[in-house]
């Protein structure tokens, strides 16, 4: 068994129950706060949602990844139009055990990772400590991109 780390968001719909669906579908152990976020990479829609969840998986990063994408599909994501724009699911595979994999269409850790706070707040309330192969803690990083703000 791997443990993973999946970033959840979400602004359009029953937001909260979006999140939880998700997280129950992809069987997730633990789920972090959910937390009100500003949009980020295209600002004018509606504020995102956001948490992240834990999960053991047996199942290899691309199959995970694979997983992922049909429970957004399941719970009405289209992915069409503005990149980075308004979506009832979003779900991203951030770390996935120690590995650094970079292969197309998949970059464990994520590669935004450590750029964002919506995602890096969450995953400091299941695990500060927690290590992101090559950035540091989550903390470290966590107080890297607040230090700059």
Not at 25 to 44: K, N
Not at 120 to 129: C, I, N, Q, R, W
């Amino acid at each position: 068994m791997t443990c993973a780390y999946v970033g959840l968001g979400s602004n359009l719909g029953d937001r909260e129950a979006l999140i939880r669906e998700a997280a129950a579908r992809i069987g997730a152990i633990r789920l972090s706060p959910i937390v009100e976020t500003e949009p980020w990479g295209y600002a004018d829609q509606p504020r995102f949602l956001n948490a992240v969840a834990e999960l053991e998986t047996e199942l290899p990063p691309r199959e995970l990844l694979g997983l992922l994408l049909e429970v957004e599909r399941r719970l009405g994501r289209v992915r069409a139009g503005q990149r980075y724009g308004p979506r009832t699911i979003d779900l991203d595979l951030l770390l996935y055990g120690e590995e650094r994999l970079q292969e197309p269409d998949l970059e464990v850790p994520h590669p935004r990772l450590h750029e964002r706070l919506f995602v890096l707040e969450p995953l400091a309330e299941l695990d500060p400590g927690l290590e992101i192969p090559g950035i540091g803690t989550v903390s470290e990083a966590l107080a890297g991109l607040q230090s700059e703000l």
